[in-house]
């Protein structure tokens, strides 16, 4: 695959090349001279189709945890997150020692401290990283889901956007078993501040403790907005909001 530098912008076949339009710019790449149906049944292929098994696996379990998320995702997200969590859950089902190549798996691969350490401290908008945007420390409750930020002072603890007049803060317990993809997310209360200087404790608490059997995962989500005549609005549609995952059991 390379980048088309051309004045001229296309799209479509061409002789061996397909020209098309990617988040990245035009691209173009070569045809394969190598029909689907071989490689579905030639075993030559066997190590490609062991490989595109596995991806659309990783893929499908990264689109897996964006759907069990989506309440806090909806607005804190760039517009390659797919494509990195996807990287990221191809990591993690790596972790899988166990399963025969083709068939390893993220549900194994999460058992382990390699494919856990693979997925903690993931962020959704790599345009906005947690630990760069929220300079506070704070403690998580693994029993409860409970975060507190006991010494929040905003207008020091944050390193806001221009324009930004409010913060909101918001947790998520989630439950995910990426075997049978059942899910349960228990969100916390918003807790939404003026930046300013006061001392404002905070301690967000999940609903709940997620029901299920599957990996626990804890996420942290700050949120900018601005307030016009008593009206907040979400800033730059959330270009500068963060969620990271924090932790993974």
Do not use: C, W
């Amino acid at each position: 695959m390379a980048k088309l530098k051309s004045f001229i912008k296309i799209e479509g076949t061409l002789d061996d090349l397909t020209f098309y339009k990617g988040k990245e710019g035009y691209l173009v790449k070569t045809k394969s001279a190598v029909s689907a149906k071989r490689i579905k049944s030639d075993p030559a292929f066997a190590r490609t189709r062991e490989n595109g098994s596995e991806f659309g696996h990783a893929a499908k379990s990264g689109k897996l945890l964006r759907r069990a998320i989506l309440d806090l995702l909806a607005d804190a997200k760039d517009d390659l997150v797919t494509a990195r969590l996807t990287q990221v859950m191809t990591q993690v089902k790596n972790a899988d020692t166990t399963s025969p190549r083709g068939q390893r798996n993220v549900a194994i691969g999460l058992a382990t401290p390699t494919g856990k350490l693979a997925l903690n401290g993931f962020n959704f908008n790599g345009n906005a990283i947690l630990g760069s945007v929220l300079l506070s420390d704070y403690t998580l409750d693994t029993a409860t889901g409970e975060i507190d930020i006991p010494d929040f002072v905003p207008q020091q603890k944050l390193a806001s956007p221009e324009g930004a007049t409010h913060v909101s803060l918001e947790t998520g317990f989630l439950n995910l078993d990426f075997a049978t993809d059942d899910k349960d997310l228990q969100l916390s209360p918003i807790f939404n501040t003026p930046i300013n200087n006061t001392v404002t404790p905070v301690t967000l608490t999940p609903a709940a403790v997620p029901l299920g059997s599957g990996n626990q995962l804890y996420f942290l989500k700050v949120a900018f907005f601005q307030e016009v005549n008593g009206i907040q609005y979400p800033l730059n549609n959330g270009a500068y909001n963060a969620l990271q995952l924090i932790d993974v059991l």
